[in-house]
């Protein structure tokens, strides 16, 4: 069955190595649906997360291919139910202007925070789940959204998870 799955690499901190993660999900035309990088608690190691769109057996290949490459040192892949996962979200709304008080109530809906305000333009923050971040998008699209900025999901397997660390 067809769902969206989330491969989690861990990877020295060398631009050649997530040269090397990337290239070969791209050579192996993988179904990726967003990709994000960042440090993790561990100095000199990165933490890719890919997110695909795809069966189980085909995450699977993905992670036996990445385990492979010179430079990962772990690679593991689950269904994005079995975990947590949430995306970053800057958006620039054109100033609300007479709508200020409505406009405050969608961001406080929301649960989002005002990182920038000027007179003609407020950015703001949000992060949560892909559909989280898409459906507070739909509610900022009558003030005209000018900017969007997405990071892609990261996602780590959830605490609660049969067979997880503890």
Not at 74 to 86: H, L, Q, Y
Not at 89 to 118: C, M, N, S
Not at 158 to 164: D, I, K, P, R, V
Request: with cysteine.
């Amino acid at each position: 069955m067809t769902g969206s799955h989330a491969v989690t690499v861990l990877l020295e901190d060398r631009f050649i190595t997530f040269n090397r993660a990337v290239g070969l999900l791209r050579r192996r035309n993988f179904p990726v649906r967003s990709i994000a990088v960042g440090p993790t608690a561990t100095p000199g190691l990165s933490r890719l997360t890919i997110m695909v769109q795809s069966d189980e057996a085909t995450a699977g290949r993905a992670v036996e291919h990445l385990q492979k490459v010179i430079g990962v040192r772990e690679a593991v892949s689950f269904p994005a139910s079995d975990g947590v996962a949430r995306e970053l979200a800057l958006v620039k709304v054109r100033g609300p202007g007479h709508r200020y008080a409505e406009f405050l109530e969608v961001i406080q809906l929301y649960h989002v925070t005002v990182v920038d305000d000027a007179p003609d333009a407020v950015i703001v923050q949000l992060s949560g789940s892909e559909s989280f971040v898409l459906s507070c998008l739909r509610a900022l699209e009558p003030f005209e959204i000018l900017e969007i900025a997405r990071s892609g999901a990261i996602a780590l397997r959830a605490t609660n998870h049969m067979g997880s660390q503890p």
